[in-house]
């Protein structure tokens, strides 16, 4: 057989191998391998040759699709908010649809709302996780460009969910949904590492005298998230 008859069966193939289809569905085996050994181990020990070992791929596959570790984590974590996202403008939506027919805007009280807020994160521990790590160490080691992605991306997230919010929330104005969603992420962020002690720290706070301190994420969430909203517009500066 000659070089160009054997030209024709190898070009389906390498077609195959270099599709939108096939690119997608290795940077996938490479985030899910990535979601695995962060759910078993922390994130400093974790290192790219051990998420390409997970994977099954060859090292050069990783760095055609992440230039770095904490790239390919960025990329778990806007997979898990796009999910969370979706969750909770489900779960708003749901809420709305109960509430009574004359309410057209505002139809959820603080509690109700801190308690869709809060049940939307209570599950998703991997993705409180990353937020923890996300500007204290994920952003450290970014390109400009991956970090104008990023940010381009989250924006573009989380428009709707804001404006979704606004016309769930009677006291929000325009622009508060976002500054409500800014607001959760700082809290969330120091009740995710406030209620994960390390073993040391967590022997110690097993002594009655101690057990205030102890921080349970989703009844601490709620109640700052109730609190908050319940106060949104006391007091407002912007109306001297």
């Keep these: 057989m000659s070089h160009l008859d054997k030209t024709p069966s190898m070009a389906p193939k ?29 994130y400093a020990e974790i290192r790219v040759q051990d998420i390409v070992k997970s994977s099954g791929l060859a090292k050069g596959t990783f760095y055609l699709y992440f230039q770095t570790k904490e790239a390919l984590f960025l990329g778990v974590l806007l997979a898990e908010m796009q999910a969370w996202v979706l969750d909770l403008a489900h779960a708003l939506e749901q809420a709305v649809r109960v509430a009574p027919k004359e309410a057209e805007k505002g139809t959820l009280m603080p509690a109700q709302l801190a308690q869709i807020v809060v049940l939307s994160l209570s599950e998703r521990l991997l993705f409180r996780r990353l937020l923890a790590l996300l500007h204290p160490v994920i952003e450290e080691n970014l390109d ?32 508060d949904g976002l500054r409500f969603l800014l607001a959760l992420n700082a809290l969330a962020i120091g009740l995710e590492q406030m209620s994960r002690p390390t073993p040391q720290m967590e022997a110690i706070l097993a002594a009655p005298h101690l057990a205030p301190l102890k921080v349970n994420f989703e009844s601490e969430l709620t109640f700052l998230l109730t609190r908050l909203l319940a106060g949104w517009n006391a007091g407002d500066v912007n109306n001297g």
Excluded: H
């Design 14 to 42: 390498q077609m195959r191998m270099r599709s939108p289809e096939a690119k997608a569905a290795r940077r996938e085996v490479l985030l899910e391998a990535g979601r695995k050994l962060f759910l078993s181990q922390n």
């Design 144 to 175: 400009a460009e991956t970090a104008l992605a990023f940010k381009e991306r989250l924006a573009s997230l989380l428009a709707p969910l804001s404006g979704q919010l606004e016309n769930c929330f009677g006291d929000f104005a325009p622009g």
